[in-house]
């Protein structure tokens, strides 16, 4: 699109390209910092963030499909199925085929994944204090970024139409 004579590049209608001004960086720089300071807790307990978040999920309800689960964290399987690989490996969990569907595997938490839950909150409450945030704080704020997560993705649906 060509640029219009009376704009110029450094006029004030750029100030929104300013680094400063752009969410998507501020989203970028704290996701960052709260990876790494989970991954100060995680790296004792031989897991990675993502795939402390894979346990999130079967913690919360083990057993699911892959697909359940790629759901649950808006991954595809691509990214998902290597996660499960190297947690099976660990011996943390466990995956099967759905004897009536093949194409269906579930995966369940071993004794040894199940035991890492303790570590896991300690981790979680490290997080928080860190943030110097309340609960009810922390979880206000993960709902206004997953209702903004929501707006894109029905936004992207809606462009994909």
């Known amino acids: 699109m060509p640029m219009s ?8 209608d750029f100030d929104i390209l300013k680094l400063d001004n752009q969410l998507c960086f501020a989203l970028y720089a704290a996701t960052r910092a709260i990876t790494k300071t989970y991954r100060q807790r995680l790296e004792p ?4 963030y993502p795939q402390y978040l894979v346990l999130l999920v ?14 649950k964290l808006r ?8 996660l499960l690989q190297r947690l099976e490996g660990q011996k943390l969990l466990k995956r099967r085929r759905n004897a009536k569907d093949e194409r269906e595997v579930k995966a369940w938490l071993t004794d040894e994944g199940n035991a890492l839950k303790i570590s896991a ?10 943030l110097g945030m309340s609960e009810g704080q922390i979880l206000q704020l993960r709902s206004n970024l997953m209702a903004l997560v929501d707006q894109l993705d ?3 649906q809606a462009a994909a139409e």
């Open 154 to 156: 029905g936004e992207f």
């Open 58 to 71: 079967l913690w919360e309800q083990d057993g699911l499909t892959v697909s359940e689960i790629g759901k």
């Open 45 to 48: 307990m031989g897991i990675t």
């Open 75 to 82: 991954l595809d399987s691509g990214t998902l199925t290597p």
């Open 121 to 130: 909150a300690d981790a979680r409450r490290y997080v928080a204090c860190c």
């Open 5 to 12: 004579d009376d704009i110029k590049p450094d006029s004030e």
